[in-house]
């Protein structure tokens, strides 16, 4: 009997086992019998060919209708080129050189069906481009049926498969694993099976790969579907678990310390919000164990502030601050806001204060050693800084807090990094997000942390107005653009553009252009920025900024920008997070659909902070009635994060969301859908937790213990590979 952790070399042909770890990462018999199908192909259906896109490796079952040889230009000799429909007709061509050429006249013939499976091309423009093939694997079903019988089911599995390895290599490599099975040991217990009407995993794998109809199907995607929420929500609930019993120094309020008087000096009032949300991290705080608390909301709700109080709650009872963030254009203007709100209390010493350290990989290397020198001694009780922070070298005299800002630009190795610097105990963790997180993302990507939501703007935060400019079809709208923005300059505001990347420069940032993209390539802030200055926008005071900037010209552009020495900022994405400028009142996104949904509004949340009514431009060739444009139109049809979110996870592969972080390197997400099915990763949640409560080390559950080991084990293969 074949077991889960088996090498397949042990079971298939040396050469096949090497392919399918060189080409798909799969390593163990387990790996390949998760490799699940992408979709059935119906006896007697052939593929819709209207989805494909180019580059794509796909699998056609297809029609063959015509069989032609043609000569080759300026080369003599000739090549063959197959003319091949689906259902609807639509056509793909297969193209053949050489000698695969005349294998392929042998065995393809009009009216033959067959699979073919490789890299999709296209040539020919509009409505005379056509699909093409080069140089396919194939295999006619006629051919299969005689030799191995392998379509004389109903359904035939089309699995994605990659270069070198096809679809039916695959289905045969399984076929051996799958004869050779025998009953497996479920993780998953019988009676929770029988509440949820799941089948056996035995019974659910041979369905998925070997199905006789499509009931058969439905039934194992059920099961295994559960089984992907049921890991991970046990294997988070564990780690929350095993966080709560940590040790942490308790860091309760003050009634007269540092805290106390940075609330008596607010020119503003905190809103419900920001109260309500304020005395849940301060009872965390107080506790003898460490926080670990998200704490997501809206561009604009007043994050910072919440996450500066709890700063200095901490500070007052004895300990320090670290504010991580993402890039240092975001540390430097972290650094300049809570200095700014904290006024002479920054200042430290005798004003009774606490010093705030900014600590940044680009600080000059006496500054760096003063930085290192306050953290070390305790005399910044606030540090912000960015990786650079998690370096070795870097100490603290008594780290209480950890703040994270962007938490989907870090690892959960780099919150342990900073947990570790803590000494005796763990320190409290804080972790920051302004891309709002649907519930069942919430349970599933931070299961281990408490959520916190503020969804109230303060007062002062005025309404943003978006528009598609759509310049394909409309080119003079682009001129009234910026026309737009000239009319906010002359009322003494300021404006944003913002490009897709930088310029002609290697490893250049932002660069969103793709190898199979066929558009022109994604607009950049140099050639913007000389284009805006000689033409629509000449006379006006521009300035550019991006990441490959020296740290002190980011600065100085930054710092000149807030003082309303430039007019028009136009820059990369690194102003996507927490710059902000308040007499900022317009932004005009190139290329908007090379942007994602939550980046689009993350980045027009840097207008109409001021109580300045704000104006985001979303300046796009993508034709109406695209995905692009369906995109950009949803962005402008609302200000609503959470909303957007949903949208946002639709159009992205659940891996991309999650993370090996969270997943693990060969067990993400390939049967859960987070928006879809979260009455199944909910169920999966309660029933974990009552698993958990009553068999916390799973010591009744050893199958399912030894489950979640190996999807750890994953985690942290893929660390040590990363470090």
Same mark, same amino acid.
């Given at each position: ?65 015509r069989v ?33 050429s005349?294998?392929? #006249?042998?065995?393809?013939?009009? /009216? ?6 490789? *890299? ?5 423009? /509009? ?38 390895v ?90 007269? /310390?540092?805290?106390a008087?940075?609330d ?13 949300? &304020? ?22 709700? /007043? ?8 700063? =200095? ?20 203007q ?14 430290? &010493? ?8 900014? =600590? ?24 912000v ?128 252009a ?7 390539p994604?607009l ?13 926008? *000449? ?8 990441g ?5 010209? *980011? ?9 309303? #020495? ?8 690194? @102003? ?19 942007? &994602? ?12 902070? &001021? ?13 109406q ?18 909303e ?36 199944? @990763? ?29 999807? =750890? ?8 590979? *990363?470090?």
């Amino acid at each position: 009997m074949t077991s889960f952790d088996e090498p397949t070399g042990k079971v298939l042909d040396p050469r096949t086992a090497k392919l399918l770890e060189s080409v798909l990462d799969l390593r163990t018999v387990g790996d390949l019998l998760r490799h699940y199908p992408r979709r059935y192909a119906q006896r007697g259906e052939l593929t819709d060919l209207d989805d494909l896109r180019v580059d794509e490796h796909v699998t056609v079952v297809g029609e063959v209708t015509r069989v032609m040889r043609k000569p080759m230009r300026n080369k003599g000799g000739t090549w063959l080129e197959v003319e091949v429909v689906d259902g609807r007709r639509s056509k793909i061509y297969l193209s053949f050189f050489g000698k695969a050429s005349h294998i392929a #006249e042998t065995r393809l013939r009009p /009216g033959a069906r067959g699979m073919f499976a490789g *890299k999709v091309g296209a040539f020919g423009q /509009g409505e005379r481009r056509k699909w093409q093939l080069s140089h396919p694997e194939f295999e006619m079903i006629d051919e299969a049926e005689r030799d191995a019988g392998e379509f004389a089911a109903a359904l035939v599995p089309i699995y994605p498969a990659g270069k070198d390895v096809t679809p039916w290599a695959l289905r045969r490599a399984l076929g051996v694993v799958l004869d050779t099975m025998g009953s497996l040991e479920d993780p998953l217990p019988e009676d929770l099976r029988a509440r949820h009407g799941l089948p056996g995993l035995t019974e659910a794998l041979l369905a998925i790969h070997r199905p006789r109809d499509h009931a058969d199907v439905s039934r194992a995607r059920k099961r295994l579907r559960f089984d992907e929420a049921f890991l991970l929500q046990a294997v988070l609930l564990q780690r929350k678990m095993a966080a709560a019993a940590w040790s942490a120094t308790p860091r309760p309020r003050r009634g007269d /310390g540092l805290l106390a008087d940075f609330d008596g000096r607010l020119p503003f009032r905190l809103t419900e919000g920001q109260l309500s949300v &304020g005395e849940e991290i301060a009872t965390d705080l107080a506790l003898d164990h460490p926080m670990h608390r998200l704490l997501q909301g809206e561009v604009g709700a /007043g994050k910072t502030v919440v996450a500066l109080r709890a700063m =200095l709650q901490v500070v007052d009872a004895g300990g320090q601050a670290v504010l991580l963030a993402p890039t240092e254009v975001l540390a430097q203007q972290h650094h300049r806001s809570i200095t700014a709100m904290l006024g002479d209390l920054a200042a430290g &010493g005798m004003f009774g204060g606490t010093a705030v350290a900014l =600590l940044t990989g680009s600080l000059g290397a006496a500054a760096r050693r003063a930085a290192m020198l306050d953290a070390a001694s305790g005399t910044a009780g606030i540090v912000v800084g960015t990786h650079a922070v998690l370096q070795e070298r870097v100490q603290f005299a008594d780290l209480g807090l950890v703040v994270v800002d962007e938490q989907h630009r870090f690892g959960v190795e780099q919150r342990d990094a900073l947990r570790e610097k803590a000494g005796g105990g763990r320190p409290h963790v804080l972790v920051m997000t302004a891309t709002p997180i649907p519930r069942t993302v919430a349970m599933t990507v931070f299961g281990d942390l408490t959520v916190s939501t503020l969804s109230q703007l303060p007062s002062g935060r005025a309404p943003i107005t978006t528009h598609v400019v759509p310049v394909a079809e409309k080119p003079h709208f682009l001129d009234r653009a910026w026309v737009r923005v000239r009319e906010e300059i002359e009322l003494g505001r300021q404006a944003y553009v913002v490009c897709p990347r930088i310029g002609d420069l290697e490893g250049d940032e932002g660069d969103l252009a793709k190898a199979d993209d066929e558009r022109r390539p994604p607009l950049a802030v140099l050639d913007v920025a000389a284009t805006l200055a000689d033409g629509p926008l *000449k006379g006006l005071r521009t300035a550019v900024l991006h990441g490959k900037l020296p740290p002190e010209e *980011k600065d100085a552009v930054m710092r000149a920008f807030a003082r309303g #020495e430039v007019d028009v900022l136009v820059a990369t994405t690194v @102003i996507e997070v927490g710059v902000d400028v308040p007499n900022s009142s317009v932004m005009v996104i190139m290329d908007a659909d090379r942007f &994602g949904v939550s980046q689009l509004h993350q980045l027009r949340g840097r207008v109409g902070r &001021g109580g300045l009514p704000g104006l985001c431009l979303l300046v796009s060739e993508a034709p109406q009635g695209t995905p692009a444009r369906e995109r950009l139109d949803a962005v402008a049809s609302t200000l609503d994060g959470f909303e957007l979110s949903r949208v946002d996870l639709e159009q992205r592969r659940e891996g991309d969301v999650l993370g090996v972080a969270q997943s693990g390197r060969r067990s993400s997400l390939k049967m859960l859908r987070l928006l879809r099915d979260e009455d199944v @990763i909910q169920a999966a949640r309660d029933e974990a937790e009552a698993m958990l409560a009553a068999d916390p080390d799973l010591a009744g559950h050893p199958v399912l213990r030894a489950e979640i080991d190996r999807l =750890l084990a994953d985690e942290r293969a893929e660390y040590l590979e *990363k470090a």
